[in-house]
């Protein structure tokens, strides 16, 4: 027992340190409050979401197309004009003047000849210098230097009008999903705690560790692209942790004052007990998201820094602002008013009978009947997860995003005239090896096959070259040929084609030895992105599944436990998924919840929602086990240790579950398909795993297990460094008289 009691000691030593300097820990963190505000509201002026994927031929081809070419797609902005004739030369004249004069609205903004797009469009790029989150700020500068010019309709479109007009959808969005968390997580609070003061201390801690992270990623976002996704992230994960370690902290320290301690010795005695299990949960959080961060793909990286920055900050705060609140609010801060009892749970104190409850009557219903149980929630689970054998990913689809800002009309009228593949068709990079090696006859014949190899294939809608202009750079090494597909870059056709290019269509035009092919451009940079992604997914899975083992086996000190609970939520998350391809895929929920109907998931979406479910559906998992280990430390009886865990527990993490399930369904309420997506797989996991998981699927298997659930052997435990716990004998279901 020596580690566990190093570690207890180690707790007590740090928390009695912050009950001697309790004031200014909280003013220091009252502080991080203030300027993490203060940040969040300067935030959005650093986002974007670019996905570059670094090491593969399409950020090959950008790169050359960039430096050779002038080519900067990303902060190049796209005028596009509605007229009633786009052949009519005046016409033409009149608006190229206007788009060269607006064009300097933009630092360095230049504009280019407007090119038709159908009988009556006309549209052109203004590029400048300029990366995606500097060009962005430009959006209506540009906009109002084009006016209303006589005869036309005048759109700004391309990536950054794009995203400057969906900065504050995110943040319309974030408003709606704070709507809905915040007054369910209130209610919640008053169920738990009645009317009291105590109903302050969660909103705080969660207002203290959302800011405290908004800062910190206010920093970085200096240093590293940072999505725009990642606000509402952390906003809304954010509540749903902070308020959830807290709701865990101060029910436990109201127990302890039950119980008849003083105010300090309860403070202590919760940070050992209920504080542990809030630290031990926090790294099972950051270990799923913290793996996220060797992801090779800039877009995940960052999501990944958001993300992990919630439990790192979460457990900051656990350690030092939540013991510091307790003391600074007391016995009288934390006491219930005596009105207004209906609206709380009651706090059940430590010599009540636990036998005769909803959950000890339900934990020994399970234990008699333990195979059926487990048995039936496996099937349901299983059943759930049936559905991801539909599941399709893309890199991206605009079609996921609001369509009413003047940036996506525009972008779907050049769509409806060109076609949804030339807004981002393929583009073909050759290397001729040498200067004028571009235009060496036997290139150049090459090139001729190739653009006849890409006229047949059913998916191009027209593929374009020439020996001059844009096609060729100005030395003659490089040529482009640029492909415009049917279907929009993300979708399944145009990646099938994107696969196809490279392995058939380019080989097959037999380019000379020397000259360099490479496909790049939107179709192939998704397919990059996805294959990147998840060539590394499994590895990441193996890494969150191991060193969330050792962490559970050292927590519940028990070889099998932290093997059930890596299992079970396999589980949730297979589940989860088959969730999103129900509602997204198949509609259903559509007409009722507003979502999106959508064929395909946003790529990201899988991964970082399993780094982020199995953290926290671990949460429940260490709370019940480690109240359940308790127990089982005082009685050394297994069914007793399960029922006494389960009344301990089930009420507070039924609350605290529905705390999540209200901040998770805050990312469904907005209009961005991607958080839609993510909202949902988060709120069904952590749905099934505080209910048929947790509530009725572990104790039934604990109830199996026995007494190995309790088995730590010498060798394991001094990899882990804690006491062993050897195997002993267990009284048999029902337990005896008491």
């Given at each position: 027992m020596t580690t566990n009691l190093a570690a207890t000691n180690l707790a007590g030593t740090c928390t009695r340190w912050v009950l001697r300097h309790r004031w200014p820990v909280a003013i220091a963190?009252?502080?991080?409050?203030?300027?993490?505000?203060?940040?969040?509201?300067?935030?959005?002026?650093?986002?974007?979401n670019v996905f570059s994927v670094p090491g593969t031929d399409s950020e090959r081809v950008r790169t050359v197309l960039e430096q050779h070419f002038g080519d900067r797609s990303d902060g190049a902005f796209t005028v596009v004009f509605r007229v009633a004739d786009s052949a009519d030369p005046r016409t033409v004249s009149r608006l190229q003047a206007v788009v060269d004069r607006a064009a300097h609205a933009v630092p360095s903004g230049q504009g280019e000849p407007l090119v038709p797009a159908g009988p009556h469009v006309l549209y052109g790029n203004v590029i400048s210098t300029l990366d995606l989150a500097q060009a962005k700020g430009h959006t209506d500068e540009l906009l109002r230097a084009l006016g209303h010019p006589a005869g036309a309709r005048a759109y700004v479109t391309g990536a950054p009008a794009i995203q400057h007009d969906l900065d504050p959808i995110f943040n319309d969005d974030l408003q709606k999903g704070e709507a809905i968390a915040l007054p369910i997580a209130l209610l919640v609070l008053l169920a738990v705690f009645g009317l009291s003061l105590a109903v302050t201390i969660p909103l705080l801690f969660a207002a203290c560790t959302v800011f405290g992270t908004l800062g910190i990623v206010y920093v970085a976002a200096h240093y590293m692209t940072t999505p725009t996704y990642v606000t509402n992230l952390v906003f809304l994960i954010g509540i749903g942790i902070a308020i959830d370690y807290s709701l865990l902290i101060v029910y436990r320290f109201r127990e302890e004052l039950g119980r008849g301690l003083e105010v300090e010795e309860a403070v202590l005695r919760t940070m050992e007990t209920a504080g542990r299990a809030v630290i031990v949960s926090g790294f099972t959080v950051a270990i799923g998201l913290a793996l996220l961060l060797f992801m090779p793909l800039p877009f995940m990286r960052a999501m990944g820094v958001g993300g992990f920055l919630i439990p790192i900050v979460s457990i900051l705060a656990a350690a030092t602002l939540q013991p510091a609140l307790l003391s600074i609010y007391g016995r009288r801060g934390t006491h219930r008013a005596p009105v207004a009892n209906w609206l709380r749970l009651p706090v059940r104190q430590a010599g009540d009978d636990v036998e005769h409850r909803f959950w000890a009557r339900l934990a020994r219903s399970i234990m008699r009947h333990k195979w059926w149980y487990v048995a039936g929630i496996s099937a349901v689970l299983v059943v759930g997860a049936i559905p991801v054998g539909w599941l399709q990913l893309t890199p991206g689809a605009t079609a996921g995003i609001p369509q009413y800002p003047q940036s996506v009309q525009?972008?779907?009228?050049?769509?409806?005239?060109?076609?949804?593949?030339?807004?981002?068709?393929?583009?073909?990079?050759?290397?001729?090896?040498?200067?004028?090696?571009?235009?060496?006859?036997?290139?150049?014949?090459?090139?001729?096959?190739?653009?006849?190899?890409?006229?047949?294939?059913?998916?191009?809608?027209?593929?374009?070259?020439?020996?001059?202009?844009?096609?060729?750079?100005?030395?003659?090494?490089?040529?482009?040929?640029?492909?415009?597909?049917?279907?929009?870059?993300?979708?399944?056709?145009?990646?099938?084609?994107?696969?196809?290019?490279?392995?058939?269509?380019?080989?097959?035009?037999?380019?000379?030895?020397?000259?360099?092919?490479?496909a790049g451009g939107a179709p192939p940079q998704g397919v990059d992105f996805l294959d990147r992604a998840y060539g590394a997914f499994p590895w990441l899975v193996l890494g969150v599944l191991a060193l969330t083992y050792l962490l559970l086996m050292r927590a519940f000190r028990s070889m099998v436990l932290p093997l059930k609970a890596v299992i079970l939520n396999l589980l949730s998350v297979a589940a989860a998924y088959g969730a999103l391809v129900l509602v997204f895929r198949f509609g259903i929920g559509e007409d009722a919840f507003g979502l999106y109907q959508f064929p395909q998931i946003e790529g990201w979406i899988p991964i970082f929602l399993f780094a982020m479910i199995f953290g926290l559906s671990m949460d429940y998992e260490v709370f019940l086990v480690s109240r359940m280990r308790e127990a089982w430390d005082e009685t050394q009886d297994n069914g007793r240790a399960v029922a006494i865990g389960l009344e301990r527990t089930g009420r507070i993490i039924t609350a605290a579950a529905i705390v999540m399930v209200a901040a998770f369904s805050g990312f469904m309420a907005g209009s961005i398909v991607g958080l839609q997506e993510f909202g949902c797989g988060l709120a069904v996991a952590i749905f099934l795993d505080a209910t048929l998981v947790r509530g009725i699927l572990v104790p039934a298997l604990m109830a199996i297990m026995g007494r190995y659930n309790w088995w730590l052997p010498a060798p394991m435990a001094r990899l882990v460094r804690v006491a062993p716990s050897p195997l002993v004998e267990v009284p048999p279901w029902p337990p005896r008289p008491v």
């Amino acid at each position: 027992m020596t580690t566990n009691l190093a570690a207890t000691n180690l707790a007590g030593t740090c928390t009695r340190w912050v009950l001697r300097h309790r004031w200014p820990v909280a003013i220091a963190w009252l502080a991080i409050l203030v300027v993490g505000f203060w940040a969040s509201a300067r935030l959005s002026d650093l986002q974007s979401n670019v996905f570059s994927v670094p090491g593969t031929d399409s950020e090959r081809v950008r790169t050359v197309l960039e430096q050779h070419f002038g080519d900067r797609s990303d902060g190049a902005f796209t005028v596009v004009f509605r007229v009633a004739d786009s052949a009519d030369p005046r016409t033409v004249s009149r608006l190229q003047a206007v788009v060269d004069r607006a064009a300097h609205a933009v630092p360095s903004g230049q504009g280019e000849p407007l090119v038709p797009a159908g009988p009556h469009v006309l549209y052109g790029n203004v590029i400048s210098t300029l990366d995606l989150a500097q060009a962005k700020g430009h959006t209506d500068e540009l906009l109002r230097a084009l006016g209303h010019p006589a005869g036309a309709r005048a759109y700004v479109t391309g990536a950054p009008a794009i995203q400057h007009d969906l900065d504050p959808i995110f943040n319309d969005d974030l408003q709606k999903g704070e709507a809905i968390a915040l007054p369910i997580a209130l209610l919640v609070l008053l169920a738990v705690f009645g009317l009291s003061l105590a109903v302050t201390i969660p909103l705080l801690f969660a207002a203290c560790t959302v800011f405290g992270t908004l800062g910190i990623v206010y920093v970085a976002a200096h240093y590293m692209t940072t999505p725009t996704y990642v606000t509402n992230l952390v906003f809304l994960i954010g509540i749903g942790i902070a308020i959830d370690y807290s709701l865990l902290i101060v029910y436990r320290f109201r127990e302890e004052l039950g119980r008849g301690l003083e105010v300090e010795e309860a403070v202590l005695r919760t940070m050992e007990t209920a504080g542990r299990a809030v630290i031990v949960s926090g790294f099972t959080v950051a270990i799923g998201l913290a793996l996220l961060l060797f992801m090779p793909l800039p877009f995940m990286r960052a999501m990944g820094v958001g993300g992990f920055l919630i439990p790192i900050v979460s457990i900051l705060a656990a350690a030092t602002l939540q013991p510091a609140l307790l003391s600074i609010y007391g016995r009288r801060g934390t006491h219930r008013a005596p009105v207004a009892n209906w609206l709380r749970l009651p706090v059940r104190q430590a010599g009540d009978d636990v036998e005769h409850r909803f959950w000890a009557r339900l934990a020994r219903s399970i234990m008699r009947h333990k195979w059926w149980y487990v048995a039936g929630i496996s099937a349901v689970l299983v059943v759930g997860a049936i559905p991801v054998g539909w599941l399709q990913l893309t890199p991206g689809a605009t079609a996921g995003i609001p369509q009413y800002p003047q940036s996506v009309q525009g972008l779907n009228a050049l769509e409806g005239a060109l076609g949804p593949g030339a807004i981002a068709p393929a583009q073909v990079l050759v290397d001729g090896g040498r200067p004028g090696g571009a235009r060496s006859p036997e290139v150049e014949a090459a090139i001729t096959r190739l653009v006849g190899e890409l006229a047949r294939d059913p998916e191009v809608a027209a593929a374009y070259h020439a020996d001059n202009g844009r096609f060729v750079d100005r030395t003659g090494r490089w040529a482009q040929v640029i492909v415009a597909t049917r279907h929009e870059y993300g979708s399944e056709d145009a990646q099938d084609f994107a696969r196809r290019l490279r392995s058939e269509l380019i080989p097959a035009a037999r380019f000379p030895e020397g000259a360099d092919v490479r496909a790049g451009g939107a179709p192939p940079q998704g397919v990059d992105f996805l294959d990147r992604a998840y060539g590394a997914f499994p590895w990441l899975v193996l890494g969150v599944l191991a060193l969330t083992y050792l962490l559970l086996m050292r927590a519940f000190r028990s070889m099998v436990l932290p093997l059930k609970a890596v299992i079970l939520n396999l589980l949730s998350v297979a589940a989860a998924y088959g969730a999103l391809v129900l509602v997204f895929r198949f509609g259903i929920g559509e007409d009722a919840f507003g979502l999106y109907q959508f064929p395909q998931i946003e790529g990201w979406i899988p991964i970082f929602l399993f780094a982020m479910i199995f953290g926290l559906s671990m949460d429940y998992e260490v709370f019940l086990v480690s109240r359940m280990r308790e127990a089982w430390d005082e009685t050394q009886d297994n069914g007793r240790a399960v029922a006494i865990g389960l009344e301990r527990t089930g009420r507070i993490i039924t609350a605290a579950a529905i705390v999540m399930v209200a901040a998770f369904s805050g990312f469904m309420a907005g209009s961005i398909v991607g958080l839609q997506e993510f909202g949902c797989g988060l709120a069904v996991a952590i749905f099934l795993d505080a209910t048929l998981v947790r509530g009725i699927l572990v104790p039934a298997l604990m109830a199996i297990m026995g007494r190995y659930n309790w088995w730590l052997p010498a060798p394991m435990a001094r990899l882990v460094r804690v006491a062993p716990s050897p195997l002993v004998e267990v009284p048999p279901w029902p337990p005896r008289p008491v």
